[in-house]
């Protein structure tokens, strides 16, 4: 993520500095410095062995901080109900134009402020490498809204950069995530890890070393 060493770390909470860098890109996807064009393998490879023993065909997926919808896009051609936003307006118009048929599966959303009617609605939430973007301060308000999303025998999988000891601001973004920090900023929401979290090397070149836990909820917290 491209963010100068001196800029100010709370951009990285601010929806403008997410808008600025697909409004700049100009319709060029590779201008904007997370999108790949494709799903994430990690997503890819938990959907075909894990997600058929927890979610059904036509449950209903919300996708966080989903930019250009690769993810989304992968889920509604596995048959779920997705609810796919970003607080970047031109990224969810970007999508749905390179999705039109689905048009209406993509929102524009603030994570620190999401509707109402979203609350504990769905089956299954995907958030894949929005905390480890979003400055060290205003992670737990974060995790908050993501929690927020699950329902009440939902699911939650989460995919991000790891690191085996805390970071500090300066050490980012993106801010990679312990497993320890991951465990606590979501069990204080009533969500609980389903399974030792996984700890792995990606595909990328260099590889970067990730993590990916599945939560689900355990009730009010």
């Known amino acids: 993520m491209a963010l100068t060493a001196s800029g100010p770390a ?3 909470r601010d929806p403008l500095y997410f808008e600025s860098i697909y409004r700049d890109a100009a319709g060029d996807a590779a201008l904007v410095p997370w999108e790949d064009g494709r799903a994430s393998p990690s997503l890819v490879n938990w959907l075909n062995a894990v997600a058929p023993s927890i979610v059904r ?11 250009l919808g690769s993810d989304a896009r992968e889920l509604i051609r596995r048959g779920f109900d997705v609810t ?19 048009s209406d599966r993509y929102h524009v959303a603030d994570l620190f402020s999401l509707p109402g009617r979203w609350q ?3 089956d299954l939430v995907v958030e894949i490498n929005t905390l480890q973007a979003i400055d060290i ?3 737990p308000e974060a995790a ?9 025998r ?37 969500l609980r890890p389903v399974d030792d979290v996984s700890v792995f090397l990606d595909d990328e070149s260099p ?15």
């Open 10 to 12: 709370l951009l990285t």
């Open 57 to 67: 065909c036509g449950a209903r997926v919300a996708v966080v901080g989903c930019g």
């Open 84 to 102: 796919a936003f970003d607080c970047s307006a031109t990224a969810i118009h970007w999508a749905q134009r390179l999705d039109a048929g689905h």
């Open 120 to 122: 504990r609605r769905f």
């Open 137 to 139: 301060d205003a992670r």
């Open 144 to 152: 908050r809204g993501i929690a927020s999303l699950v329902g009440q």
């Open 154 to 190: 939902g699911h939650l999988l989460l995919i991000a950069r790891h690191s085996h000891e805390p970071v500090t601001t300066d050490q980012g973004p993106p801010w990679p995530l312990t497993t320890d920090e991951v465990r606590s900023l979501l069990e204080r929401h009533g």
């Open 207 to 221: 590889p970067v070393r990730r993590l990916r836990a599945l939560f689900a909820r355990t009730g009010a917290p």
